[in-house]
T-cell receptor
Framework: GENVEQHPSTLSVQEGDSAVIKCTYS??????FPWYKQELGKRPQLIID?????GEKKDQRIAVTLNKTAKHFSLHITETQPEDSAVYFC???????????FGKGTHLIIQP | DGGITQSPKYLFRKEGQNVTLSCEQN?????MYWYRQDPGQGLRLIYY???????QKGDIAEGYSVSREKKESFPLTVTSAQKNPTAFYLC?????????????FGSGTRLTVV
């Protein structure tokens, strides 16, 4: 089955700096890669996703890049703000799979 | 809650007691999932269902049971066989295994053993 590795487990950045979270996946047939943000005690919420026919996708301060050859994808957050502090999960999926395979999460801390 | 509702928000279980967590969705999604989340940990899959009257065990199904009698509903029972049930439980739904889309999560149930 699919295996998703996520790094780092904790990331601390200064407010206004950029943050990058990286994930690798094992199944080359995976073709859908969402990112979820989970604030403390709340449910995970989809913030951005990318499909394998696209190399990069942006939504305001958030971007995701995908390298199919290397089987890795990354979340980029620019101009970080205090409200970006949360746990971020990456995931991967292919058509016909039993569901998403999640990474173990990255705790992003924005230092004032 | 974005079309998927979990109840109750908080639940307390006594030793040896079975409790049932509710999950209802009005998104017309075929697939539904239950995850367990421990403090500072990731999401671990308990059970999932791709279609009514069918469900499959996930990675940590022992001590849990589910049913899927209606498309909209996927209740999770935490049985007395689950020795360490204190955790945050998340239900999710998606369009289905043959359509590759992300999940919509419920707001979660926090279960505590007293």
């Amino acid at each position: 089955g699919e295996n998703v590795e996520q790094h780092p487990s904790t990331l601390s950045v200064q407010e206004g700096d950029s943050a990058v979270i990286k994930c690798t996946y094992s199944d080359s047939a995976s073709n859908y890669f969402p990112w979820y943000k989970q604030e403390l005690g709340k449910r995970p919420q989809l913030i951005i996703d990318i499909r394998s026919n696209v190399g990069e996708k942006k939504d305001q301060r958030i971007a995701v890049t995908l390298n199919k050859t290397a089987k890795h994808f990354s979340l980029h957050i620019t101009e970080t703000q205090p409200e970006d502090s949360a746990v971020y999960f990456c995931a991967a999926m292919k058509r016909g799979a039993d569901g998403l395979t999640f990474g173990k999460g990255t705790h992003l801390i924005i230092q004032p | 809650d974005g079309g998927i509702t979990q109840s109750p928000k908080y639940l307390f279980r006594k030793e040896g007691q079975n409790v049932t967590l509710s999950c209802e969705q009005n998104l017309n999604h075929d697939a539904m999932y239950w995850y367990r989340q421990d403090p500072g940990q990731g999401l671990r899959l308990i059970y999932y269902s791709q279609i009514v009257n069918d469900f499959q065990k996930g990675d940590i199904a022992e001590g849990y049971s589910v049913s899927r009698e209606k498309k909209e509903s996927f209740p999770l029972t935490v049985t007395s066989a689950q020795k360490n049930p204190t955790a945050f439980y998340l239900c999710a739904s998606s369009m289905g295994w043959d359509r590759v889309y992300g999940y919509t999560f419920g707001s979660g149930t926090r279960l505590t053993v007293v």
